[in-house]
């Protein structure tokens, strides 16, 4: 069973930069893709960015440009970089692992009800 940590959110005010962490107990291997999932208040979860167990990395319209996602197969661990904030980038953040892709669901806005995740990481963005 894989088990995903998000850390890294926080507060921030409108063009600031955050990055988040998502640490998996288990060994992802190059073989999982992984992604990123958010929630702002009152909306459903939408797909942010994934990435391909080749690399391949797709973005949601919303944030390509400003956002990036990369990951450290050594060290079980996800990243984004999200600079350029706005206050639509607003909500809770989560983690998401799969033998499956996700990047369907990141680039159609399509919820994902598949694969493992974390429990999540708040982001607040100030205008």
């Known amino acids: 069973q894989l088990q995903l940590v998000e850390s890294g959110g926080g507060s921030v005010q409108a063009g600031g930069s955050l990055r988040l962490t998502c640490a998996a107990s288990?060994?992802?291997?190059?073989?999982?893709?992984m992604a990123w999932f958010r929630q702002a208040p009152g909306k459903g979860r939408e797909g942010v960015a994934s990435?391909?167990?080749?690399?391949?990395?797709s973005y949601s319209d919303a944030v390509k440009g400003r956002f990036t996602i990369s990951k450290d197969n050594a060290k079980n661990t996800l990243y984004l970089q999200m600079n350029s904030l706005k206050p639509e980038d607003t909500g809770m953040y989560y983690c998401?692992?799969?033998?499956?892709?996700?990047?369907?669901?990141?680039?159609?806005?399509?919820?994902?009800?598949?694969?493992?995740w974390g429990q999540g990481t708040q982001v607040t963005v100030s205008s």
């Open positions: 998401a692992a799969d033998t499956s892709s996700f990047s369907y669901y990141v680039k159609t806005g399509y919820a994902a009800d598949f694969g493992y």
């Open positions: 990435i391909d167990s080749d690399e391949s990395t």
């Open positions: 288990g060994y992802i291997t190059n073989r999982y893709s």
